[in-house]
């Protein structure tokens, strides 16, 4: 299929998502951030509990193997089975196996996502075990003959019509469902009868302490507790990499799972079951004689799943998924996920953010390479999971991998002189984003022919085919003089040899070839607090490609760039920087990307424009300096900026102008570097973008806005023009 | 084992909707009468010295028709977490674990000394019970499910939940 066409197909995706479940994901989402917000707000160990967290996991999957010996021993000392399934079809014929040992005819589950991956439902029912989900979520999921579209609520994408609509349809009640009261009273004695019925019980397990054996389940209804319970026989199956040692490592997982999940401080019940348990067997066929009255036994039997989860752990970049504890929070921060949920935003299984990292290691890159474009690197997720797992980078590693199969397009003679990363496989809509520094200079030393150019309707439509650039986007408009050109010429008026403090200025792509007013205006403002001020070489800092999966390319210029800077480091020169995705790449990827030594040098002398300025109004420089601001603001900070808690600084700035200004809190603008100018996602970008529209709708106040992204964004929502915050509080200079 | 400590727990369990009534071990029958809604179902209060359930409306021991149509499940509490308001339900062969679960409403016994403060503090109650191959359930709040379109309580589990504080003196 031409690019085009596989462009256009995903538009076409994510468009039926956008108008059949974008509401209901939207609402229930909405939901679980609010709670989760709150939940870890005034939960204050949350920081110290997510490391310890994170190096149980770390560990635990280090000492795997050594785990899994422990754990099958002492289950089998405790008169349980373990069995160890290399793959889905091994697990499913254990499964299936001991169900008909026991001819069992039905089996009632709680939520798995480990048994929608094998795929066990359907390997029962093909000899003939009736299998019933009795969480509602799943339950919802089973009548609708649907996938789950969330690690945690699988059924979010549905409204209480929906599924009312749904049972009334099934079921045939004789008055119709309306409530959720209605609809959860049926479901539960409907589920509770199957329950009392069964012949096995299947759980999954959150965790599993190896020295003891036991099994851990988090659920809010209790029908883990019960599918655990009432049958004699109980299958647990469950991935390799749930198993940690102890209660003492149990801890932080019981605290923290459910305040990022759902934002509740505790989970309903968490059931730590050492199976087989000592609980008294139930005979609902002999119902007045005392519970384990019979001569009936338990049995219990441990499935744990490979799967493709040991190649995972050999696997440095992609280890990390497996310490996900599958909260879900990475997808309920994720803008694009709120909108399009996981129908789109996942794959066989997994969905959200890490979904990328679970699919790449259990199916494979091509399944991860169906929704890995959705994480735009925003960064959202990075401080909301539990485990610390970096699942932006996840995203990108596989996104790196993914170029490296493409096959080569037809277009490919448009692009020379464009970085192919290490091998000419990426795509070229990849390939042009993440070479935007160089659009930009041809841009720029052709201005303002190329901007004329760049906008006609033939050339748009070039654009659009060869690179899939969306023909509603405005361009960026290059400027003929760059603020490095600028600058050379002007030369800095305060001396060095004078000055307080001196920085260097990072003139990133934008705004050394496009936003060029606020680069000037941030050395009008750092000049005037009598800071002497140096700019860097314009490098791109590696953003550009590393968000379209070129880590090669993105390297080289991360070096390029501590190169360029090391020399003003020595000098003692703190270095400054106005675009936040730049800010972030030297303050977060760059850990990636460059040696120990350079990326802590780098980042710890980084500042944001605004957080300097704070720094230096603290340090008693004289605001009086600065330009008087008379206009009230609505200001959108920047997804990552948040990530690095550096919006701050910016809001304390204008509360030190005295100044009235209302703040938007969406995730993400919806643009996100290069996401909303790609033509498959334009109209998703639009649709997060409607969101920030609506915060700031009918305001008269002046808009700004950090980021470049968000900058364009708002430029097309208000049809105005907006400011970076520098501009706003600087004085006029040469 | 501090005051403090019970009100912690006292407040948590409100924030929960879970009343908790203090009541010394001579009051224990009237309490547990004036809580229960018939049938009502228990487990034998062989662990707790003093108290019993034999004089009360609570049939022992459960069975399958108890556990269905029974109104009330009464059950002791191994430990509790004040800072959560959480009962730690051990497991035990009497039927602690299905009496806690299956009727609409749960009434736990928790004695004074066993309310502890933290999720920590129970961890040495935790590790000797697994390691002698024993289960317990951290039990907060009651059942419910939000995947009917809005939050509904009581759904696998009980719908309400109270908690008797049986005081020393
Ligand atoms: S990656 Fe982290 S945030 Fe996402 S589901 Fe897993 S544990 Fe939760």
């Not at chain 1, 139930?282 to 799967?307: K, M, Q, T, Y």
């Not at chain 1, 996981?342 to 390479?369: K, R, S, V």
């Not at chain 2, 697994?130 to 939050?151: E, H, Q, W």
Request: net charge negative.
């Amino acid at each position: 299929m031409s690019s085009q066409r596989t462009r256009r197909r995903k538009a076409e995706q994510l468009r039926t998502l956008l108008e059949t479940q974008s509401e209901s994901i939207q609402k229930n989402v909405d939901h679980l951030n609010q709670a989760r917000y709150e939940a870890v707000n005034r939960f204050e160990r949350f920081e110290e509990l997510r490391s310890e967290a994170r190096k149980i996991k770390e560990n635990s999957i280090e000492e795997l193997p050594s785990l899994l010996e422990t754990l099958q021993d002492q289950v089998e000392a405790n008169g349980g089975h373990v069995y160890l399934a290399k793959d889905a079809e091994d697990a499913n014929r254990y499964i299936t196996n001991v169900a008909a040992s026991k001819d069992a005819e039905t089996l009632v589950k709680s939520k798995s996502m480990t048994t929608e991956e094998i795929e066990v439902n359907d390997a029962l029912e093909e000899i003939g075990v009736d299998v019933w989900e009795t969480d509602l979520g799943e339950f919802v999921l089973q009548v609708a003959e649907e996938a789950p579209s969330h690690l945690v609520g699988p059924s979010l994408h549905k409204s209480r019509d929906e599924v009312a609509t749904l049972f009334n349809r099934v079921f045939e009640p004789d008055e119709p469902f309306e409530t959720a009261e209605e609809l959860t009273e049926f479901a539960r004695d409907y589920l509770g009868d199957q329950i009392r019925e069964a012949d096995i019980g299947m759980t999954g397990a959150n965790f599993i302490l190896a020295e003891s054996g036991t099994i851990t389940l988090v659920t809010n209804e209790g029908n883990a507790r019960k599918s655990a319970v009432t049958p004699n026989t109980h299958i647990a199956v469950a991935g390799v990499e749930k198993v940690i040692p102890n209660a003492d490592t149990l801890q932080p997982f019981v605290e923290l799972i459910s305040k990022t999940a759902t934002g509740q401080d505790l989970p309903q019940y968490v059931s730590m079951l050492t199976p087989p348990v000592e609980s008294p067997t139930i005979d609902f066929d002999e119902p007045d004689a005392p519970l384990g009255s019979g001569d009936a036994e338990r049995e219990f039997h441990l499935v744990l799943i490979d799967n493709g989860r040991m190649e995972m752990r050999d696997d440095e970049q992609l280890k990390e998924t497996l310490y996900c504890i599958r909260c879900g929070a990475c997808a309920n921060s994720c803008g694009n996920f709120q909108h399009v949920g996981g129908h789109a935003f996942g794959g066989e299984t997994y969905t959200g953010g890490i979904a990328t990292g679970w699919e790449a290691g259990i199916e494979d890159l091509q399944t991860a390479g169906e929704f890995n474009d959705l994480c735009t690197g925003c960064s959202r997720c990075v401080n909301a999971c539990p485990v610390k797992i970096d699942i932006p980078w996840i995203n990108t590693v596989v996104r790196d991998r993914l170029n490296r199969e493409r096959a080569p397009s037809d277009f490919e003679f448009l692009v020379e002189g464009l970085t192919p990363d290490s091998e000419e496989t990426v795509d070229l809509q990849k390939r042009f984003f993440g070479n935007f520094d160089t659009v930009a200079t041809l841009g720029s030393a052709t201005a303002p022919v190329s901007n004329w150019l760049a906008n006609l309707g033939p050339v748009r439509a070039l654009m659009d085919r060869a690179f899939g650039i969306a023909p509603e986007r405005d361009l960026p408009e290059f400027k003929r003089e760059t603020l490095a050109d600028w600058f050379a010429n002007r030369g800095s008026t305060v001396p060095e040899a004078t000055a307080e403090r001196t920085v260097v200025l990072y003139p990133d792509v934008y705004t050394n070839y496009v936003l060029t007013n606020r680069g000037k205006a941030a050395i009008h403002t750092l000049e005037a607090l009598g800071v002497h001020v140096e700019l860097a070489t314009p490098i791109e800092s590696g953003r550009a490609p590393l968000s379209q999966g070129m880590i090669q390319t993105a390297t080289n210029l991360a070096e390029d760039v501590a190169a360029d800077l090391r020399p003003h480091l020595d000098e003692g020169r703190d270095l400054v920087m106005i675009e936040p995705s730049d800010l972030a790449m030297v303050r977060r990827e760059y850990d990636k990307l460059l040696d120990a030594d350079a990326f802590e040098r780098l980042s710890e002398n980084s500042y944001d424009v605004m957080e300097y300025v704070y720094g230096l109004l603290a340090n008693g420089a004289d605001i009086n300096e600065l330009a008087e601001v008379n206009d009230s603001i609505a200001y959108h900070s920047h997804c990552q900026q948040r990530t690095m808690g550096v919006d701050a600084y910016t809001e304390a700035v204008f509360e030190e102008f005295g100044v009235d200004f209302v703040t938007s809190d969406v995730e993400c603008c919806g643009m996100a570097g290069s996401f909303g100018y790609k033509s498959q996602y334009y109209e998703l970008s639009m649709d997060l973008g409607s969101n920030l529209a609506e915060q700031f709708e009918g305001t008269d106040r002046t808009i700004v806005a950090s980021g470049t992204s968000c900058t364009e964004q708002l430029s097309t929502l208000f049809r105005r023009e907006v400011t970076h915050p520098i501009e706003v509080i600087a004085p006029s200079g040469p | 084992m501090s005051t403090s400590t019970v009100e912690t727990f006292e407040s948590s369990l409100k924030e929960l909707n879970i009343s908790m009534t203090r009541t010394e071990p001579a009051n224990f029958e009237a309490t547990i009468e004036s809580l229960v809604s018939s049938p009502a179902v228990g487990v034998p209060l062989d662990s707790y010295e003093g108290l019993s359930l034999s004089n009360t409306s609570v049939e022992t021991p459960p069975t399958p028709q108890l556990l269905k149509s029974s109104e009330t499940g009464v059950t002791p509490v191994g430990k509790a977490i004040a800072e959560y308001g959480t009962l730690v339900l051990d497991s035990d062969s009497a039927g602690t674990e299905p009496v806690g679960l299956y009727p609409p409403h749960h009434v736990g016994i928790v004695r004074e000394n066993d309310v502890l403060e933290t999720v920590d503090s129970v961890g040495r109650h935790l590790e000797s019970r697994f390691a002698a191959g024993k289960s317990s359930i951290f039990a907060t709040g009651v059942s419910s499910t939000g995947d009917m379109g809005s939050l509904v309580e009581g759904v696998h589990g009980p719908k309400n939940v109270d908690v008797v504080l049986i005081t020393d003196r």
